[in-house]
């Protein structure tokens, strides 16, 4: 237990740490501040007014036709060819409706917590899987690094202890910030809707839709740092967490993404990690094989394959324990000198 | 009395792929007695850091026992640990933590009361540098870090490796002062150093280590007196008797290496026979003094590290025990 308690300290009093939190939460406070002056509340007033814009829009344009029928008839009368510039019988046809403008298009944006909400889920996700990995590799690679964790060992001889304890320590904070942090992102958000946008129809479904995105959102953090967490203790330096991350990065995103092009691998993208990505934040992901098309046949509607959740849960499960086996493997067997 | 560290037989192999292996421990033994200042002696590269990281767990030995005050380790380190405090090796500690922060997270790990952490920033001089970052110390401030970071236990067995590493001259004899004191209040220290001279005025037993093997170990008086090998240095009243002298001892089988104004002998067990041969002949001793070396001559010797002018030593050059045809070879009853 103290050394749980010494590590949460160690985490707390590292600066990288402190200023690595306040940078998110300005960034996730600069979000929603942004955020909020884009949005407007749609009133019965703002609702007429954008009515009478478009109105007015619908007379200017009903006045404009006018003119150019009448220049045209005089034009026509004249003898000249009016044909190229105003169509045919003078662009009579195309009198304006007044449904083609429609007030809609005058409202200004109104953001819609029901419908909206999930994709600011997966924002806040992505700024905090970014602070885990950050902190999560510096915590332990820094203390490799510095020779930190030589000092510890020879005061708790257990590695295993030592390693499994800074792992539990750094979790439990990410965990403690996520919730935190995440609640007051949905309270921001939600009042963001109350006073500037829509709270229609949030039903007792959407939020249990919305908590469910929260939990995916947390499972990912906590993936994110224990992962960074590892490659930073294998390698015994933050740096070689980052570059794994950009090494893998480049690797799937670019190497097999070209490769697969080239070898005309159907569903190419099944083998690059961002695909997983997506069907994480959006519960699936649907991927096209355009080539089973035959567009000689007019229209087509190409084969289809599914990447669910369920799918992503288990690759990036897997990619993290691995790694996360192989620190604690490493740890338990090699010199530290 | 009984012994707090005791390693027999050890041995530690690195391999790399490119260069093969090598040997830095080779069948090593060590005994230290409790209480005792013990010297850790050798070389560069001759296997202490590799003995007391081992020791300590931070790496795995490829054969040999090992005892911590009565445990065996590697395996019943955790229950030790407690009781043994360590330096390894100038240790590194994180840079942006003040040093009353890295000791009161190294307290908080070893659960020791935090109250001690003012203690050993008062016994090792830090007190009002405390609270600034490890960064900013100079090379003897975070000596003196490390130390206070092995103190904080209240040790039952010390285990310092090179600690008089970059303190200045006053803070050498602090260390000397300060490993006395610890040693009178009953806690073992094993010193691992270069200073000679040092070790000489602090320990009460040394062991000396090349290439992997120990090749002296003992008392520090008891491994100076094998090595003075009966070295006595005569001075006669008159010069000019010198050859007579020399010539009367010869004949009783005493080795002598003449000087312009006295002669040494060597091989001699008793100082008062000389007195005795030389009077019988008339001739009237004004000095007869057994030579003193010091613990460097002796370790110089022993490791055959001295330097010979107009050569290079290499560092893995010195003593190796065991093997025929060296220097150190055949060191008789104190070499391992
Ligand atoms: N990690 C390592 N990999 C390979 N060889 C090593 C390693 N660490 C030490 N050695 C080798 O082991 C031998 C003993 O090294 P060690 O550090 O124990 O020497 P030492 O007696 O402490 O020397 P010094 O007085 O210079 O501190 C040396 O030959 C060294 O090169
Ligand atoms: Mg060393």
């Known amino acids: 237990m103290s050394l749980y308690v010494t590590e949460l300290r160690r985490l707390f009093k590292r600066r990288l740490t402190r200023l690595l939190l306040v940078l998110l939460i300005l960034g996730l406070g600069g979000i929603a501040v942004v955020f909020s002056f884009s949005s407007h509340k749609l009133s019965p007033a703002v609702i007429a007014e954008a009515q009478a814009e478009a109105d007015v829009q619908y007379q200017r344009a009903l006045g404009d036709w006018r003119q150019a029928v009448t220049e045209c008839d005089a034009a026509k009368a004249r003898g000249e060819n009016t044909e190229q510039r105003y169509g045919p019988d003078c662009g009579r046809e195309w009198q304006p409706q007044p449904e083609m403008f429609d007030p809609k298009w005058n409202l200004p944006y109104q953001f819609d917590f029901r419908n909206e909400f999930g994709i600011f889920v997966a924002v806040f996700a992505g700024a905090t899987a970014l602070f885990a990995f950050l902190v999560g590799a510096s915590f332990v690679g820094a203390e490799w690094s510095t020779g930190g964790m030589m000092n510890l060992l020879l005061w708790r001889p257990k590695r295993l202890t030592v390693l499994a304890t800074k792992l539990a320590a750094l979790l439990t904070t990410l965990l403690g910030v996520s919730l935190a942090l995440g609640a007051l992102w949905t309270v921001a958000f939600w009042l963001i809707a109350k006073n500037r946008g829509t709270t229609a129809k949030v039903t007792a479904g959407v939020w249990q839709s919305s908590a469910l995105d929260g939990v995916r959102a947390l499972g990912l953090i906590l993936a994110v740092g224990a992962a960074a967490f590892a490659l930073a203790s294998l390698g015994r330096h933050t740096a070689m967490a980052l570059g794994a991350a950009v090494g893998l990065g480049v690797i799937s995103e670019i190497a097999i993404r070209i490769g697969v092009a080239m070898a005309g691998v159907r569903f190419g993208d099944r083998w690059v990690l961002s695909t997983y990505a997506l069907a994480w934040f959006q519960k699936q992901w649907t991927l096209l094989d355009h080539r089973s098309c035959d567009f000689s046949q007019g229209q087509c509607s190409p084969k289809e394959l599914i990447i669910t959740w369920q799918d992503s849960a288990l690759v990036f499960g897997v990619g993290t324990a691995l790694v996360l086996v192989a620190a604690f493997w490493m740890m338990r067997r090699r010199d530290i000198t | ?336």
């Not at chain 2, 009002?128 to 490390?146: C, F, H, I, N, P």
């Not at chain 2, 000396?208 to 008891?222: E, M």
């Not at chain 2, 290496?257 to 009237?284: N, W």
Request: hydrophobic content about 40%.
């Open chain 2, 1 to 336: 009395m009984s012994a707090v560290l005791e390693i027999e037989g050890l041995r530690k192999t690195y391999k790399s792929r490119r260069r093969g292996t090598r040997n830095a421990l080779d069948g090593f033994d060590m005994r230290v007695e409790a209480g005792q200042v013990h010297g850790f002696l050798g070389p560069n590269g001759s296997g202490k850091t590799t003995t007391l990281r081992t020791l300590l767990g931070l790496i795995r030995p490829d054969g040999g026992r090992m005892a911590m005050l009565g445990h065996e380790v590697p395996h019943a380190l955790p229950a030790v640990a407690g009781q043994v405090g360590a330096i390894v090796e100038s240790p590194q500690f994180f840079p942006q933590f003040s040093a009353r922060d890295t000791l009161a997270l190294l307290a908080g790990a070893g659960e020791v009361p935090p109250r001690r952490v003012d203690e050993v920033l008062e016994l090792v001089g830090l007190r009002d540098r405390a609270g600034e970052r490890v960064k900013t110390y100079s090379l003897g401030m975070k000596q003196r870090l490390a130390v206070a970071s092995a103190l904080l236990k209240n040790p039952k067995l010390l285990i310092l490796d090179e600690p008089a590493n970059g303190l200045d001259p006053g803070g050498i004899r602090e260390m000397r002062t300060l490993v006395r004191d610890l040693a009178a209040a009953e806690m073992t220290v094993l010193l691992s150093s270069h200073i000679l001279g040092e070790i000489q005025l602090i320990c009460d037993s040394v062991t000396i280590i090349s290439l992997g093997r120990r090749v002296a170990f003992g008392p520090v008086d008891q491994v100076l007196a094998q090595h003075s090998q009966g070295a006595v240095r005569v001075r006669l009243e008159a010069v000019t008797d010198l050859p007579a002298a020399a010539e009367a001892l010869i004949r009783a089988g005493v080795r002598v290496t003449g000087h312009p104004d006295h002669l040494m002998l060597s091989g001699v067990d008793k100082p008062a026979i000389v007195s005795r041969l030389l009077a019988e002949q008339g001739l009237y001793v004004s000095e007869l003094a057994p030579v003193v070396v010091d613990l460097e001559s002796v370790f110089l010797e022993l490791t055959a590290t001295a330097p010979v002018p107009g050569q290079h030593r290499q560092v893995d050059q010195s003593t190796k025990v065991g093997e025929p045809g060296q220097p150190g070879a055949t060191t008789g009853g104190w070499g391992a």
